[in-house]
């Protein structure tokens, strides 16, 4: 077979499909992980930045650095293993600890991440957690353990992936500024599965946070945006009832309309990036496939009633500036279509009265030519009476009768001769 040129992101492409492989996690262990976010701006934000500060904390442990342009990177450091991930928006990083720990949700675990080095990050942290793993006990210390470690009111619990583990957590910030999931793993789970479940879990907290700034950004947009409704609203009335003049009522139509695309335009990237995010979080949990356990509420049901009409605000919010943005717009035509019409009919009139000037000026300028024939015929008589005066006087004809015989004939010719010129210029 005769060779084929690639594509030159072929295997870049292919590459990306395998980029992220789970972490393969034992039981019992700690996860300890750590989400950096921008405060302003992270989606354009230099990812360099999160590559050096990821090679600083290598460095520490003298451990092999990620290739340049790097997204991702899996190692040691020190005793403990890392996963580092960059995104469009935030970087995370999970350290895995071997061993149940000194005792469960220790702060100390945080200790991985150095204080300097956590003072250095170019961001933020927009949420940290402490994982547990543990062999699956009996059923009984299960649920005494989900009790005692989260809050009863707010804790989901599940049966994840045909059993094989059971998944805790209670979405709060603990004392020491952490989340805290627990994962009861059966003895027959195997490390991937578990790497998985950590991972999803990480994921579904993350993903959550992230699409919750989009209900942050509705919370302030929404007083702005009833200031701007009834003033659109106002000024529609004020349409309806012709109490301003035109002119002004569209300047402020125009003035709402560029308010209302400017935040819609500071807006789009949220509210597309807040429903990525939501759909992740679903998906996210869909695959783990939950089953309830004692009757406890799941993930999926926390979010439906927690963060799902915190979302449903958020699209709320999104159709409703949409819609005012639409009826600015089309108000403003209608204002528009209403000026126009209106300097047409001032514009006819204006015509109308040139028209009437332009008669009177016509009207003017024929009485004008009448005078001009007798002007011209006055001339034209005088210089033809000096050259008939002398032939006429051998004749014995007065000068009275010269004049007599050659005014009609002048002044005819004379009129003809304006006529003639004035059909020719019409």
């Not at 992101?9 to 992980?33: K, T």
């Not at 409703?320 to 035509?333: P, V």
Request: glycine fraction near 6%; proline fraction near 5%; aromatic fraction near 8%.
């Amino acid at each position: 077979m005769p060779p084929i040129a690639d594509h030159p992101l072929r295997y870049q492409l292919a590459n990306e499909l395998h980029a992220r492989p789970f972490p393969a996690v034992s039981a019992p262990g700690r996860a300890v992980y750590l989400a950096i976010k921008r405060p302003e701006e992270a989606e354009s934000h230099d990812w360099q930045d999160d590559l050096a500060h990821l090679i600083t904390l290598l460095d520490r442990h003298g451990t092999d650095h990620p290739k340049p342009g790097a997204t991702h990177w899996s190692g040691q450091i020190g005793k403990h293993r890392l996963k580092w991930e960059s995104h469009t928006e935030f970087v995370t990083y999970t350290v895995f600890l071997d061993g149940p720990g000194a005792k469960p949700f220790d702060p100390d675990d945080f200790g991985v991440f150095p204080e300097d080095w956590l003072d250095a990050a170019p961001g933020q942290r927009i949420t940290s957690a402490l994982i547990r793993i543990e062999q699956r006990p009996a059923h009984e210390t299960v649920a005494e353990r989900i009790c005692e470690w989260f809050v009863s009111e707010s804790v989901a619990v599940s049966r994840v992936q045909d059993d094989c583990a059971v998944v805790a957590g209670d979405f709060r910030i603990d004392p020491a500024g952490h989340m805290r999931f627990a994962i009861f793993a059966g003895e027959a789970t195997g490390r991937r599965r578990i790497g998985r479940i950590v991972q999803r879990l990480a994921e579904v907290e993350t993903y959550k946070t992230m699409a919750m700034l989009g209900f942050q950004r509705v919370k302030a947009l929404a007083p702005r945006m009833g200031e701007i409704d009834k003033e659109l609203s106002r000024l529609m009335s004020g349409m309806t009832d012709r109490a301003a003049p035109a002119e002004e009522t569209l300047q402020a139509l125009l003035a709402v309309s560029a308010e209302l695309e400017s935040l819609s335009a500071q807006s789009s990237f949220r509210f597309g990036a807040t429903a990525a995010y939501e759909a992740i979080v679903h998906q996210r949990i869909e695959v783990m496939r939950e089953e309830h356990f004692e009757g406890r509420q799941t993930f999926d049901e926390f979010m439906m009633r927690r963060f799902d009409p915190a979302m449903r605000t958020v699209k709320s919010t999104q159709a409703r500036l949409q819609t005012m943005a639409d009826r600015a717009m089309r108000a403003g035509d209608l204002l528009r279509t209403r000026v126009d019409v209106a300097r047409s009919a001032q514009n006819q009139a204006l015509l109308e009265s040139m028209d009437r000037r332009a008669d009177l000026q016509l009207r003017l300028q024929k009485t004008v030519e009448g005078f001009s024939v007798v002007a011209i015929s006055y001339y034209a008589v005088s210089l033809l009476g000096y050259l008939l005066y002398p032939m006429a006087e051998p004749l014995g004809v007065s000068k009275g009768i010269v004049t007599a015989g050659i005014t009609l004939p002048v002044v005819a010719i004379v009129f003809l001769a304006i006529r003639r010129i004035r059909v020719r210029i019409d």
